[in-house]
């Protein structure tokens, strides 16, 4: 599980992909678009809980200590590799997600609605 910053309408409104991807399949389990808070990650983490996941790897962002039981929490050096490299192709191929570009998101709806196509479309 990881998170990925872009803005909407203009820089200073910052939002947050938060989503997590299979390690065996590398296919997109869950995402979630919203602040950076304990209610955006915690949605995400649910849909994992629920799907009866044996391990749950993340970065070292002190928030997932508090919403992951600490049974199935796994803080590796090299856990989230697959996940990073997914953050760089998904700000290649979706030119809204650039950090400096002229190409950005009008609305929340129509960015969920191309990370639903683009995830699972």
């Given at each position: 599980?990881?998170?990925?910053?872009?803005?909407?309408?203009?820089?200073?409104?910052?939002?947050?992909?938060?989503?997590?991807?299979?390690?065996?399949?590398?296919?997109?389990?869950?995402?979630?678009?919203?602040?950076?808070?304990?209610?955006t990650l915690g949605k995400v983490i649910d849909t994992l809980t629920l799907?009866?996941?044996?391990?749950?790897?993340?970065?070292?962002?002190?928030?997932?200590?508090?919403?992951?039981?600490?049974?199935?929490?796994?803080?590796?050096?090299?856990?989230?590799?697959?996940?990073?490299?997914?953050?760089?192709?998904?700000?290649?191929?979706?030119?809204?997600?650039?950090?400096?570009?002229?190409c950005y998101s009008k609305s929340i709806a129509m960015l969920v609605a191309?990370?639903?196509?683009?995830?699972?479309?």
């Open positions: 599980m990881d998170e990925l910053q872009t803005y909407v309408k203009r820089k200073s409104r910052l939002i947050w992909i938060a989503y997590a991807i299979r390690k065996d399949t590398r296919e997109v389990v869950d995402f979630k678009v919203g602040r950076r808070n304990n209610r799907s009866s996941a044996t391990k749950i790897y993340t970065d070292k962002l002190n928030l997932y200590q508090n919403l992951i039981a600490k049974a199935i929490h796994k803080v590796k050096n090299r856990g989230i590799n697959y996940i990073e490299r997914k953050n760089l192709t998904l700000r290649t191929h979706l030119k809204r997600l650039n950090r400096k570009t002229i191309c990370l639903t196509i683009y995830f699972w479309g």
